[in-house]
C-alpha cells in the first residue's frame, strides 16, 4: 500500500473479521439487535435490500451456496446469496450493533463457506474493529498518550495485514494470529478515546504505511526483525531501549525439567534422549540468542533460541532475551573422618572416595590433606550434585520487534508524546494521517 492509499479517507475502509467459531453446513446462528434487522449490498451499504422487520434471526448456510433467514420459530424468512456480495446489518447501518452467537459486534455480519464448513464474518470499519482490539492488546488504564501509540500501530498492523486471510476469503481473524478482537462487548472508552483523537493515523516509511508490529516488553533492547523473521525492514532496527527495564515483564526466571524438556523436542521432532545440558552458542547485538546447543544422552543438536521458544511455550519462555542455568547445585557435605593416631597426616591419592552422610562422593584434588585424630572429625566439603532441571533467567516479552508496549507506557509517564513513543521504537519514520 502506498501513496494513493493515504490519500484515502479512513472511514471508507472496512475489513472482514472471522469471530467466533466455525459451523457445519445448516448449523443455525443466533443473530440478534435492538433494532430491525435488515439486508445490505455490501458494495453499496446505502443500498437496503430488505427489512426483515424483526430483531431476531437465525440464520445458516446451505452447502448449496446461498444463505437462509429464519425467524426463531424456525419458519424460513428469506435467501440471500452465498457469495458475500449480500450482508445482514441493522436500521444503523455502519453504527448498528448486533449480537451474533450472543457476543455483540458494530457493523454487519455475513457468512462465507469454507471447506465442508462455514465461517462467520464480522464486515466492519477499520476504525470501529480496533475498537474491539485495543482493550485484549493493551492496558486501557495505562496513560492516555501510550494508548494512542498502541492505537497508531495496530491500525498499521491492520493494514499491512489486510490480507493475511485473503485466500480464505476473509481479511483477518480474532485470535492473536492477527489480532485479538472482542466486538463492541470488549470496548472501553480510555481505547476508544485514543482511537478517536488518532483516527486515521499510520506510521509510515517513504511514503507507505509501515507494519508497526509491536511486543509486551523488549527487557532493554528490541530486535531487528531480520533477526526473528529473516526479512530486514529498515524501520524494524534493534534499539537500546531503556524505557523497559524495571517494567513488568522485564525480568523472569523460568524452571523446566530435562525429562519434561526432552518429551517437548520429541513432540517437535527433535530427540536427543534425556536432555543433560544447554549451551548458549551466539546472540544478536539485541543480546538475544540466535542459536543454542542441547546435548542429550543420545544425541546433541544445535536449534534456534526461537524455535526453542516455541518448543518449550511462549508464556513460558518469554523470550530469547535468556541465560541458561543448567543446575549443576554445588552442596556442602558434612563427612566423618575416622582416625587413630594423631601424629599421622594422610595425603590423598589423586582420586580418594570419602564415605559422606550421604553416600560415597569422589574428590578428585591431590593437594587435600586430612590430619586424623583419636576417635571423629568432621571436615566440611562441596561436592557438585546435578539437577533434574534448567532453569531460564531472561529479559522482556515476545519476538522484541517494533514497540515494546510497557516501554511506551513509561516513556507516557516521563511526558513523551505518542508520536515521539512511535518515532523512537520504529527507526525513520513518519506519523501521517491517511485522510489528508
Given at each position: 500500500?502506498?501513496?494513493?492509499?493515504?490519500?484515502?479517507?479512513?472511514?471508507?475502509?472496512?475489513?472482514?473479521?472471522?469471530?467466533?467459531?466455525?459451523?457445519?453446513?445448516?448449523?443455525?446462528?443466533?443473530?440478534?439487535?435492538?433494532?430491525?434487522?435488515?439486508?445490505?449490498?455490501?458494495?453499496?451499504?446505502?443500498?437496503?435490500?430488505?427489512?426483515?422487520?424483526?430483531?431476531?434471526?437465525?440464520?445458516?448456510?446451505?452447502?448449496?451456496?446461498?444463505?437462509?433467514?429464519?425467524?426463531?420459530?424456525?419458519?424460513?424468512?428469506?435467501?440471500?446469496?452465498?457469495?458475500?456480495?449480500?450482508?445482514?446489518?441493522?436500521?444503523?447501518?455502519?453504527?448498528?450493533?448486533?449480537?451474533?452467537?450472543?457476543?455483540?459486534?458494530?457493523?454487519?455480519?455475513?457468512?462465507?463457506?469454507?471447506?465442508?464448513?462455514?465461517?462467520?464474518?464480522?464486515?466492519?470499519?477499520?476504525?470501529?474493529?480496533?475498537?474491539?482490539?485495543?482493550?485484549?492488546?493493551?492496558?486501557?488504564?495505562?496513560?492516555?498518550?501510550?494508548?494512542?501509540?498502541?492505537?497508531?500501530?495496530?491500525?498499521?498492523?491492520?493494514?499491512?495485514?489486510?490480507?493475511?486471510?485473503?485466500?480464505?476469503?476473509?481479511?483477518?481473524?480474532?485470535?492473536?494470529?492477527?489480532?485479538?478482537?472482542?466486538?463492541?462487548?470488549?470496548?472501553?472508552?480510555?481505547?476508544?478515546?485514543?482511537?478517536?483523537?488518532?483516527?486515521?493515523?499510520?506510521?509510515?516509511?517513504?511514503?507507505?504505511?509501515?507494519?508497526?508490529?509491536?511486543?509486551?516488553?523488549?527487557?532493554?533492547?528490541?530486535?531487528?526483525?531480520?533477526?526473528?523473521?529473516?526479512?530486514?525492514?529498515?524501520?524494524?532496527?534493534?534499539?537500546?531501549?531503556?524505557?523497559?527495564?524495571?517494567?513488568?515483564?522485564?525480568?523472569?526466571?523460568?524452571?523446566?525439567?530435562?525429562?519434561?524438556?526432552?518429551?517437548?523436542?520429541?513432540?517437535?521432532?527433535?530427540?536427543?534422549?534425556?536432555?543433560?545440558?544447554?549451551?548458549?552458542?551466539?546472540?544478536?547485538?539485541?543480546?538475544?540468542?540466535?542459536?543454542?546447543?542441547?546435548?542429550?544422552?543420545?544425541?546433541?543438536?544445535?536449534?534456534?533460541?526461537?524455535?526453542?521458544?516455541?518448543?518449550?511455550?511462549?508464556?513460558?519462555?518469554?523470550?530469547?532475551?535468556?541465560s541458561v542455568d543448567n543446575g549443576i547445585i554445588k552442596?556442602?557435605?558434612?563427612?566423618?573422618?575416622?582416625?587413630?593416631?594423631?601424629?599421622?597426616?594422610?595425603?590423598?591419592?589423586?582420586?580418594?572416595?570419602i564415605i559422606s552422610n550421604s553416600g560415597n562422593s569422589?574428590?578428585?584434588?591431590?593437594?587435600?590433606?586430612?590430619?586424623?585424630?583419636?576417635?571423629?572429625?568432621?571436615?566440611?566439603?562441596?561436592?557438585?550434585?546435578?539437577?533434574?532441571?534448567?532453569?531460564?533467567?531472561?529479559?522482556?516479552?515476545?519476538?522484541?520487534?517494533?514497540?515494546?508496549?510497557?516501554?511506551?507506557?513509561?516513556?507516557?509517564?516521563?511526558?513523551?508524546?505518542?508520536?515521539?513513543?512511535?518515532?523512537?521504537?520504529?527507526?525513520?519514520?513518519?506519523?501521517?494521517?491517511?485522510?489528508?
Amino acid at each position: 500500500m502506498g501513496n494513493d492509499f493515504i490519500s484515502e479517507p479512513a472511514d471508507s475502509y472496512f475489513v472482514d473479521v472471522k469471530v467466533g467459531k466455525t459451523y457445519l453446513f445448516d448449523e443455525f446462528l443466533q443473530i440478534d439487535a435492538s433494532e430491525s434487522l435488515m439486508v445490505y449490498s455490501k458494495d453499496n451499504k446505502t443500498q437496503e435490500i430488505l427489512d426483515l422487520n424483526t430483531s431476531s434471526v437465525l440464520i445458516t448456510y446451505v452447502e448449496a451456496g446461498r444463505i437462509d433467514v429464519y425467524s426463531p420459530s424456525k419458519a424460513l424468512i428469506y435467501s440471500m446469496s452465498g457469495d458475500g456480495s449480500m450482508i445482514l446489518g441493522t436500521k444503523s447501518g455502519v453504527d448498528g450493533v448486533i449480537s451474533i452467537g450472543g457476543t455483540r459486534y458494530r457493523g454487519y455480519v455475513n457468512l462465507i463457506k469454507g471447506s465442508g464448513l462455514y465461517n462467520v464474518i464480522n464486515h466492519i470499519s477499520v476504525e470501529k474493529y480496533l475498537y474491539g482490539v485495543l482493550p485484549k492488546e493493551f492496558p486501557t488504564s495505562a496513560p492516555i498518550e501510550s494508548i494512542k501509540a498502541q492505537a497508531v500501530t495496530a491500525r498499521g498492523f491492520t493494514y499491512s495485514n489486510i490480507n493475511k486471510h485473503i485466500a480464505e476469503g476473509f481479511n483477518i481473524c480474532d485470535t492473536v494470529h492477527c489480532q485479538v478482537y472482542a466486538g463492541f462487548d470488549g470496548e472501553n472508552p480510555n481505547s476508544n478515546r485514543a482511537i478517536d483523537e488518532t483516527k486515521g493515523m499510520v506510521v509510515t516509511h517513504n511514503g507507505t504505511i509501515a507494519e508497526t508490529v509491536y511486543h509486551s516488553n523488549s527487557g532493554g533492547h528490541t530486535a531487528s526483525s531480520e533477526n526473528v523473521w529473516r526479512s530486514p525492514k529498515p524501520y524494524l532496527v534493534g534499539v537500546v531501549d531503556p524505557f523497559s527495564l524495571n517494567s513488568n515483564g522485564s525480568t523472569w526466571s523460568f524452571t523446566m525439567t530435562k525429562s519434561e524438556i526432552s518429551q517437548r523436542l520429541i513432540a517437535h521432532g527433535t530427540d536427543v534422549g534425556m536432555v543433560k545440558d544447554m549451551e548458549v552458542l551466539g546472540t544478536f547485538p539485541s543480546g538475544r540468542v540466535s542459536n543454542i546447543r542441547i546435548t542429550g544422552t543420545s544425541n546433541q543438536v544445535e536449534i534456534t533460541g526461537a524455535i526453542l521458544r516455541s518448543v518449550l511455550g511462549t508464556t513460558q519462555l518469554k523470550s530469547t532475551l535468556f541465560s541458561v542455568d543448567n543446575g549443576i547445585i554445588k552442596q556442602d557435605q558434612n563427612i566423618n573422618i575416622i582416625g587413630s593416631d594423631t601424629s599421622k597426616t594422610i595425603l590423598p591419592s589423586e582420586n580418594l572416595n570419602i564415605i559422606s552422610n550421604s553416600g560415597n562422593s569422589a574428590i578428585e584434588n591431590k593437594n587435600i590433606a586430612v590430619l586424623s585424630a583419636a576417635g571423629i572429625t568432621k571436615l566440611n566439603t562441596e561436592i557438585q550434585v546435578e539437577s533434574d532441571s534448567i532453569t531460564f533467567n531472561g529479559k522482556g516479552y515476545g519476538h522484541g520487534v517494533g514497540m515494546s508496549q510497557y516501554g511506551a507506557i513509561e516513556m507516557a509517564k516521563l511526558g513523551y508524546t505518542y508520536d515521539q513513543i512511535l518515532k523512537f521504537y520504529y527507526t525513520g519514520v513518519d506519523v501521517t494521517i491517511i485522510n489528508r
